[in-house]
């Protein structure tokens, strides 16, 4: 390991939807953790390493920070700020605009008690039009925190993502190798496997239905004497109209989840993948401490 290295763990904070996933996914150069254009679509912390020359970075994608209308959307909320506990440095990220609303007002209260540094991510500047629509959001932002730097990105673009890491180096401590240099990601493949499905079904799904379903893996194994990974998955919801709209006409819409997971699944395995999926009714499972830690909303993994 060379003199200088530099390590620590990074916490991405910020609203719902505001790009955090991306970001992240962007910055380490694969697809870890889900994404998807509805709000609060990272429900538990996501952890992802970055090893290069220069050091290693341990990303910690969290929750989208919200109002909490039942207790998953609690559990979400003390996931991030647990997170907030954990890190070396704070990324939070934010939209250009030049209206600070209460749900960022409230992250920068949060912000404002921790004793980290702070770095403002504007992201999504492909979205403007002028330079000078930049310059009014770092005005209306440098007022709300003392931040120790200010860098605009693009993630879904790549644009200015190298220099946010050189930022972050240059603010992050000397310190060891925490995970192997091949390391991406210690997410159990259970896990990212869960997520896939929920991204697909998020990306599938009406409306009314992707905050009340949950994903459980019952079986993931290789076979010993063919290159097949054998899944077993339950798809959660609340409601008997809902397994409806999952199953769809004739099956159609479980087929098409089952689809598109299937093929990123052979992706990532580089195997093919023998995907079996059920969905099952759990009346308002999010308000059940129970059925939330069974369904792998558990606080304990972070303590």
């Keep these: 390991m060379q003199e200088n290295f530099k390590s620590g763990y990074v916490a991405l904070v910020g609203r719902p939807n505001v790009g955090k996933s991306t970001l992240m996914n962007c910055l380490i150069g694969q697809k870890i953790a889900i994404t998807s254009k509805r709000p609060q679509t990272t429900r538990n912390r996501i952890q992802t390493v970055y090893t290069d020359e220069r050091g290693q970075i341990i990303f910690l994608d969290t929750p989208g920070i919200h109002k909490a209308e039942n207790k998953l959307g ?71 925190c003392d931040f120790a730097e200010i860098v605009p990105v693009s993630a879904l673009r790549k644009k200015n993502t190298q220099e946010l890491l050189k930022t972050l180096y240059a603010h992050l401590p000397e310190g060891p190798m925490y995970f192997d240099e091949d390391t991406v990601t210690d997410e159990p493949m259970r896990d990212i496997a869960a997520e896939v499905i929920r991204e697909k079904a998020l990306h599938a799904l009406k409306d009314e239905v992707p905050h009340g379903i949950a994903v459980t893996i019952e079986k993931m194994h290789d076979r010993e004497d063919k290159p097949i990974c054998d899944v077993e998955a339950t798809i959660i919801c ?66």
């Design 74 to 144: 609690d559990y979400m909320v003390r996931v991030a700020k647990k997170t907030l506990e954990d890190a070396d440095l704070i990324l939070w990220l934010v939209e250009p605009t030049t209206f600070i609303g209460k749900g960022e007002q409230e992250i920068a209260r949060i912000l404002s008690e921790s004793k980290k540094e702070i770095i403002l991510v504007i992201n999504k500047i492909d979205s403007l039009k002028e330079e000078k629509d930049l310059v009014e959001t770092i005005h209306t932002y440098q007022v709300v």
């Design 238 to 303: 609340e409601r008997d109209s809902h397994k409806g709209i999952i199953i769809g006409k004739k099956g159609t819409m479980l087929k098409k989840i089952g689809s598109n997971t299937r093929y990123e699944l052979e992706q990532m395995l580089e195997c093919q993948v023998n995907l079996k999926i059920w969905v099952k009714v759990r009346p308002k499972w999010r308000d059940d401490k129970n059925l939330m830690k069974s369904f792998g909303y558990d606080e304990k993994k972070y303590r």
